[in-house]
């Protein structure tokens, strides 16, 4: 998958049973990335390829940056998500937290900020809820093509950048928000096995591609594809979803069929894996 192809991660499957990624419907990219997989690796060591930094590079990335956050932040979209999670997310967020007074911030996947406006808009998003919402704490970032450059412009926004590539699976043993905008299937599946307990799940707030959609697509076909989801749609028992409005087209590439998802298993017999 390339790294902000749109839409990344909602599959669709072919009548010969395979899978292919439904195509962009407006604002193709290409991309510079190479394709990096998503292992079923644990945790390795991770550092940007590149060893040289451009402090030109770094100026211009910084300005996109800020330039960025003051229109997501001034914008009808922003107005309308910090709205939606005020009011509707509000009980959830506050059951997530329980006694803690704020939640971490995991971005899995935000892509190449440098290259592409999506991962911009989508960083301005985290880094503006951060200001707003008093409950989110530090902001961790991790995409293994993330060069030294953008870390470190990453870094002079206030996040820290991960030095091990997690594969997704984070536990979540306090409160803890997975902002992961298009992301593929199989990270948020490797991050949902890792965190399969009741205690762990109740932990989640998980922003990303709609579970929903993933199950109307998986119906559609049974195949190999299907079982490597499997934790996505057996999650979707006990989990309440929001879908989010992008609003206007400026917002649409970015963060298209993205939803909020709330989990909370009760009994250990919901955590069996079916697809029902
Ligand atoms: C489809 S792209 C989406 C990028 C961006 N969020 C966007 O919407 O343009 C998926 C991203 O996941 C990243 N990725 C792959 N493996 C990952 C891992 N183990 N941890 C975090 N991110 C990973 C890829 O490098 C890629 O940038």
Same mark, same amino acid.
């Given at each position: 998958m390339e790294a902000s192809a749109k839409p990344p991660a909602i599959h669709n499957c072919t009548s010969d049973g395979g899978w292919t990624v439904v195509l962009p419907r407006r604002g193709r990219q290409r991309s510079k990335a190479t394709k990096v997989g998503v292992s079923e690796e644990k945790q390795e060591p991770w550092a940007p390829t590149d060893s040289q930094t451009d402090p030109s590079r770094e100026t211009s990335m910084m300005q996109k940056m800020e330039r960025c956050i003051n229109r997501? *932040?001034?914008?009808?979209?922003? @107005?309308?998500?910090?709205?939606?999670? !005020?009011? $509707? %997310?509000?009980?959830?967020?506050? =059951?997530?937290?329980?006694?803690?007074?704020?939640?971490?911030?995991?971005?899995? *996947?935000?892509?190449?900020?440098? @290259?592409?406006?999506?991962?911009?808009? !989508?960083? $301005? %998003?985290?880094?503006?809820?951060? =200001?707003?919402?008093?409950?989110?704490?530090?902001?961790?970032?991790?995409?293994?093509?993330?060069?030294?450059?953008? @870390?470190?412009?990453?870094?002079?926004?206030?996040? $820290?950048?991960?030095?091990?590539?997690e594969h997704g699976r984070r536990e979540a043993q306090k409160p803890t928000m997975f902002f992961m905008p298009h992301c593929e299937a199989e990270l948020y599946n490797n991050l949902l096995q890792a965190n399969w307990k009741l205690n762990l799940l109740r932990n989640m707030v998980l922003f990303g591609n709609s579970f929903e959609t993933y199950k109307e697509h998986a119906s559609l076909c049974k195949n190999s594809r299907v079982n490597s989801m499997e934790h996505i749609l057996?999650?979707?028992?006990?989990?309440?979803?929001?879908?989010?409005?992008?609003?206007?087209?400026?917002?649409?590439?970015?963060?298209?069929?993205?939803?909020?998802?709330?989990?909370?298993?009760?009994?250990?017999?919901e955590l069996q894996l079916s697809d029902s």
């Open positions: 997501v *932040g001034s914008s009808e979209f922003y @107005s309308t998500m910090r709205c939606q999670i !005020q009011t $509707s %997310l509000s009980d959830y967020v506050h =059951r997530v937290l329980g006694s803690e007074t704020k939640m971490e911030m995991v971005v899995y *996947g935000i892509g190449s900020i440098e @290259s592409y406006e999506p991962p911009r808009l !989508q960083l $301005s %998003l985290a880094i503006l809820m951060r =200001r707003d919402f008093s409950w989110i704490g530090n902001i961790e970032v991790y995409d293994p093509v993330l060069s030294l450059s953008e @870390s470190r412009v990453i870094e002079s926004l206030g996040c $820290s950048v991960m030095s091990v590539n057996s999650v979707r028992r006990f989990t309440t979803e929001f879908r989010i409005k992008t609003v206007s087209d400026d917002y649409y590439n970015a963060f298209h069929d993205s939803s909020w998802h709330f989990f909370s298993p009760v009994l250990e017999t």
